[in-house]
């Protein structure tokens, strides 16, 4: 169980009337500092070349995927969506495991507008070392050159590809868990409405990890965490207007773009989902969570104190980062029973 964390700091209050942020976690704070220092809190179309072409995080090599043999790593096109390009998948198989073994499909983040599948793969090949489980991760198309839907059928594809395929990959159809972080988790949040509603692939669980779901950018956390943090509120509309364009925030919008707008959370796979008290999405996460209990459906939820967005990944060796972590891989092994 997680516990409320002080602060000797008060902060100031936040924008629009909104009440004052929740402290950040201290050890989290100090890190902050540094990290925005490279990474400004409010990113808007203009600085998005830059980043793309500086990137906020190092490309993981292949060899460090393989982690001196514990996965053999393969990059595969496959068909994407019709009359799409094909989608890239990375495919990492852990060694010295038999199976068929359980897949997690994962989506990486990036704000719809960066990044790419090797990007967040630390910890999804965390889970396949320990827990021995096939990891594959797509590579999506971004917008704003790519709009919705693009990114989602790009996932969508990658998906149907892997159910299909998984005698060949060494992994169990019945134990895909798709799982995404940020904007990824938005989308694998979307991809299990779409698996759903188009009657496959089965997903035997869904991991949303401070998943990105509401174009509306009007919570309360969106208001006290602007101009705070990681991925602000003037950040996440760059990011759902290169998605959805002027619909964004409007009637009419997909649920398969924002996962939040379905009307029906029903018949969804079971869910963990993790946000930071700190954070921009924390108020539409906690309320994907109780939907998902209203509509009958099973879901774990956590809210870290003090954490910002993507605190764990960004500043990993914090006591809340680690204890986040653990969270997770006591989670999948209950539900794979590994």
């Known amino acids: 169980m997680t516990t409320p964390t002080s602060s000797s700091q008060q902060p100031a209050p936040a924008a629009d009337g909104a009440p004052p942020p929740p402290p950040f976690e201290p050890e989290l704070a100090a890190a902050l500092e540094?990290?925005?220092?490279?990474?400004?809190?409010a990113i808007t179309a203009e600085v998005?070349?830059?980043?793309?072409?500086?990137?906020?995080?190092?490309?993981?090599t292949d060899d460090e995927l393989r982690r001196d043999g514990a996965f053999e790593v393969v990059e595969r096109a496959v068909p994407g969506p019709a009359g799409a390009p094909d989608v890239?998948?990375?495919?990492?198989?852990?060694?010295?495991?038999?199976?068929?073994?359980?897949?997690?499909?994962?989506?990486?983040?990036?704000?719809?507008?960066?990044?790419?599948?090797?990007?967040?793969?630390?910890?999804?090949?965390?889970?396949?070392?320990?827990?021995?489980?096939?990891?594959?991760?797509?590579?999506?198309?971004?917008?704003?050159?790519?709009?919705?839907?693009?990114?989602?059928?790009?996932?969508?594809?990658?998906?149907v590809w892997t159910a299909g395929h998984a005698a060949e990959l060494g992994a169990d159809p019945a134990r895909i868990i798709v799982a995404g972080t940020s904007a990824g988790g938005g989308l694998a949040a979307s991809l299990a409405l779409l698996?759903?509603?188009?009657?496959?692939?089965?997903l035997a669980a869904q991991v949303l990890m401070c998943p990105m779901l509401d174009d509306r950018n009007d919570s309360v956390s969106t208001r006290q965490m602007a101009g705070r943090g990681v991925w602000d509120r003037t950040a996440n509309d760059t990011?759902?207007?290169?998605?959805?364009g002027d619909a964004r925030g409007g009637p009419?919008?997909?649920?398969?773009?924002?996962?939040?707008?379905?009307?029906?959370?029903?018949?969804?796979?079971?869910?963990?989902?993790?946000?930071?008290?700190?954070?921009t999405f924390r108020d539409e996460d906690v309320a994907y969570a109780a939907r998902l209990w209203q509509a009958g459906g099973q879901a774990e939820l956590h809210v870290w104190?003090?954490?910002?967005?993507?605190?764990?990944?960004?500043?990993?060796?914090?006591?809340?980062?680690?204890?986040?972590?653990?969270?997770r891989v006591r989670w999948l092994r209950r539900l794979l029973g590994v």
């Open 195 to 202: 698996a759903r509603d188009r009657g496959g692939p089965a």
């Open 48 to 60: 998005l070349p830059m980043l793309r072409q500086g990137g906020t995080m190092p490309r993981v």
């Open 88 to 159: 890239s998948l990375l495919i990492c198989t852990p060694t010295g495991f038999e199976g068929p073994l359980p897949a997690v499909y994962y989506v990486h983040g990036g704000g719809m507008i960066m990044g790419d599948n090797r990007m967040g793969l630390g910890e999804v090949l965390d889970w396949a070392q320990e827990l021995g489980l096939v990891a594959v991760s797509v590579e999506y198309r971004l917008a704003p050159e790519h709009p919705h839907p693009a990114p989602v059928e790009d996932c969508y594809a990658g998906l």
């Open 239 to 244: 990011g759902w207007t290169a998605l959805l």
């Open 305 to 327: 104190p003090g954490g910002f967005h993507g605190f764990d990944m960004m500043a990993p060796q914090a006591a809340l980062s680690q204890e986040a972590r653990e969270a």
């Open 252 to 279: 009419g919008v997909s649920p398969y773009a924002a996962a939040a707008r379905a009307e029906d959370l029903s018949g969804l796979p079971p869910a963990f989902i993790d946000v930071g008290s700190a954070e």
């Open 34 to 41: 540094i990290i925005s220092a490279a990474l400004p809190s």
